[in-house]
């Protein structure tokens, strides 16, 4: 079974520091990883994906992720973060039928000035 | 800019309501998608479509029903309405192969 998880339901960080939200996966096979971005009372918005390839991953918005196959992983990381970089990021997968993603929990993302 | 519209931004509706969520893709995608998503359990898919009049249950199809019509268009129905299905319902489309989904903007809906 198809599964993603988000262990932190918050992370906080101060403007101009790195920072990391954290994902793992499972899934049988080659797994295809998506992150999206949600702000307040407003949809999903595509950030990155990994299909194949690099297992460095660059996206909208300064953002990057590093597919880690032994460790099941696909972490969002940016180098520097701004105060608009705070909303909603979540992590998905999908699955063996593609019309289907499974989205972890989500993890709210706080910068602070 | 392609772009997938929700009806309605904000709904309130009464306890036994035939509800009608409407969701309109210009993208001719294959794929539509309806969601739910409640604090701390992340999105959870109600029904699917991979084509005209196709659908298929997601993980909690209960209380719910959907039409596909149209290649644009696909509707989610809440036969009677009932408190716990007060949410945020988001509609996704995607193109067939290896492709992300593109949003709505989501339709909050109160049932009172």
């Known amino acids: 079974a198809q599964s993603v998880a988000q262990p932190e339901d918050q992370v906080n960080v101060a403007e101009g520091n790195p920072l990391t939200v954290k994902c793992t996966y499972s899934?049988?096979?080659?797994?295809?990883l998506f992150w999206y971005v949600q702000y307040p009372n407003r949809g999903l918005q595509f950030l990155l994906k990994?299909?194949?390839?690099?297992?460095l991953v660059k996206g909208s918005y300064g953002f990057e992720a590093e597919f880690n196959k032994s460790q099941t992983s696909f972490h969002l990381k940016k180098p520097s973060a701004l105060v608009s970089d705070s909303a909603l990021y979540f992590c998905?997968?999908?699955?063996?039928?593609?019309?289907?993603?499974?989205f972890g929990s989500g993890t709210k993302l706080n910068v602070k000035p | 800019d392609v772009k997938v519209t929700q009806s309605s931004r904000y709904l309130v509706k009464r306890t036994g309501e035939k509800v009608f969520l409407e969701c309109v893709q210009d993208?001719?995608?294959?794929?539509m998608f309806w969601y739910r998503q409640d604090p701390g359990l992340g999105l959870r898919l109600i029904y699917f479509?991979?084509?005209?009049?196709?659908?298929e249950k997601g993980d909690i199809p209960e209380g719910y029903s959907v039409s596909r019509e149209k290649k644009e268009r696909f509707s989610l129905i809440l036969e009677s309405a009932s408190t716990n299905q007060t949410s945020m319902y988001l509609c996704?489309?995607?193109?067939?192969?290896?492709?992300?989904?593109?949003f709505g903007s989501g339709t909050r809906l109160t049932v009172v």
């Open positions: 996704a489309s995607s193109a067939a192969g290896n492709y992300g989904y593109t």
């Open positions: 993208m001719d995608h294959e794929n």
């Open positions: 899934v049988s096979g080659n797994p295809y």
């Open positions: 990994y299909i194949t390839g690099d297992n």
């Open positions: 998905a997968v999908r699955g063996h039928n593609f019309n289907k993603f499974y």
């Open positions: 479509s991979y084509d005209v009049k196709m659908k």
